[in-house]
Structure formats: C-alpha cells, structure tokens
C-alpha cells in the first residue's frame, strides 16, 4: 500500500493550532463579536450581558465587565456560556489582567473604586478607593506590584500598590486621562488625556512624567508594542490612530481607522494593531511594520475595546 507523504508528515505533525482570536465587546449591541487573527474574519457573534465594556482573555475564557448589570461576567468563548457572574458595583468599565492571569481589576464608575477579583474563583480581594472620580481604565505593570488607574474627571493616576491593597500615590496628568498601556519591560506607562489632547510618557521607577506628547483630537485608547519601540493611541475625533516612537517620544505615523476609535490591542507578535471603531461598529487591522490599514471588519454596534491572547 502506498502513502502520501505530505499525508504522513502531516499526520505525524498532530492538529494544527490555530491563531488567537480577537474578542471586541459591542456595548449597545449586547454581544462579543470574535475574529480570527490569522484569516481576519469575523467567526462569531456571542449574545453576552446587556452592556459588555472591558474584556480581557487568558487565551482560554474571557472576562468581561456588564455596566449595565454591574457585574464582572467569566465567559467561555468555546461554547459560548455565561460560567460566573461576580457583582461589582453600579457602572464597571475598563478591566485588567494581571501577567500571571491570577488577578482581575475592574474599574468602577459609580463606586469610585478599583474592584480585584480572583480570576480562578470570581472571588473578590479587595475593594480598593481611587481619588479620582469615574474611574474607567485600571492596568496591572508586567510586573504585577501596580495598577495604574485613570479617571474621567481628573487630572491624575492614580497609583495602587497591589501587595497592600491600597492606593499610595498619584502621577500628576493632562485633563480626562483614558487609556494607559505599559512597555513590556515595565520602565514606562503611557497615559492618553483626552481633553488635554496629550500622551503623558511615565517613568514608572520615580513615578514621575518625562514627556508629554502632543496627540490628535480626544486621545483614547493606547496599545505598546511588545518589543517597545512604539505605541499606538487612538484619536477618537479625528478617527485616526498615531504611532509614537518611544525612542524620541514622536509621532512618526498617523493612520486614518472609522469613526470613534477607541481601546486596541496588538496581536501577540506585534504585527497587527486592532482597533474598534465606536460610531462606525467595526474594527480596523493595522500592519504595524508598514503602517497601513489592512482592512475594516463589521462587528456589532458601538464596540468598546478589543483584547487578543
């Protein structure tokens, strides 16, 4: 009996993996709408909560903040399932993940609080005070000892020691502070403050800002590349996403999306920047060597954010 070679080898090779998905929240839409990054089509349209905002995955279920139910749900995108839903307070928005996937924040408007949560159990740790007034984003350091915080009526981070559970400090910023993301070697954050029309460049060791970089109209989102040589914020009046060289702490590209682009993530690699259009229901697909749009896929209606693992 002959056989195929190619046949054979594949075989032997087992089942082929396929690439992470991005998962984007449609917050009026009620739904999770998952693209595969290696096609770049759309797979799925999961009926989710009534209001998803924050999302963030560990590559195996996805967490998401409901602020219409007030809830932190734990979803499973497999089979599309609700697994646990932890109560977290009136109005929950932006949601981080610590680097070990032990730890959840979640940053609560109406609370003024950061809520941490156990990721394993949806058991909550702590129920930790912010200065700052809506909170929306809170981000864990690669190295897991801060959040930083942001909020829309301030003019501040909002620092939280992790270990004591507590705030212990802020970092002065522009007016309304959004998106915050950290290099991956942890040195630096990047802050977008939204009516002050500025990125803030932190240094996370003396916690202090070394630059302040002038963005678009209504600075939001921010995503950093995983090798750190630049960051991307989204301009959500002007519907287009710069890219800052972290370098010298310049715009080097600006990249026209939709309408209302807002939170991002990167893929894993680097390679492609996915961004959601708020106001016109879709994701643009950044190739971050050439700075180009790919492509806009269609999602739900008014997509919050996007996360990739």
């Not at 950044?286 to 492509?295: C, G, P, R």
């Amino acid at each position: 009996m002959k056989i195929c070679l190619p046949l054979l080898l594949a075989m032997l090779a087992g089942p082929v993996l396929a690439a992470p998905f991005a998962y984007v929240p449609n917050e009026k839409s009620a739904t999770v709408s998952i693209i595969d990054t290696a096609t770049d089509q759309r797979t799925a349209n999961l009926p989710v909560g009534q209001r998803p905002r924050g999302a963030v995955t560990d590559g195996r279920l996805l967490y998401l903040t409901d602020a219409k139910e007030g809830s932190l749900l734990t979803l499973d995108p497999a089979s599309g399932k609700v697994l646990r839903s932890t109560r977290l307070g009136a109005s929950p928005e932006g949601l981080g993940l610590s680097a070990d996937g032990k730890l959840l924040a979640a940053a609560v408007e109406d609370d003024n609080s950061v809520v941490l949560v156990e990721a394993a159990s949806g058991k909550e740790l702590a129920r930790i005070k912010v200065d700052g007034r809506n909170p929306e984003h809170a981000v864990f350091s690669p190295d897991g000892r801060w959040i930083y915080v942001s909020a829309e009526e301030a003019e501040q981070v909002d620092v939280i020691d992790v270990a004591k559970r507590q705030q212990v400090g802020h970092i002065v910023v522009g007016k309304r502070p959004r998106g915050i993301a950290f290099l991956a070697d942890g040195s630096r954050a990047y802050v977008a403050c939204e009516l002050a029309g500025k990125v803030y460049a932190i240094d996370v060791a003396s916690q202090k800002v070394i630059a302040e970089i002038t963005a678009g109209q209504y600075p939001n989102g921010v995503a950093a590349h995983p090798d750190g040589h630049l960051v991307f914020v989204s301009n959500g009046r002007d519907g287009t996403v710069m890219a800052i060289d972290t370098a010298s702490n310049t715009v080097v590209a600006t990249i026209a999306v939709g309408k209302r682009p807002w939170n991002m993530a990167l893929t894993l690699d680097g390679a492609k920047l996915y961004v959601a259009n708020g106001r016109s229901n879709s994701v643009s697909i950044i190739d971050t060597a050439s700075h180009k749009k790919l492509v806009d896929i269609e999602v739900g209606e008014l997509p919050w954010g996007v996360s990739i693992r």
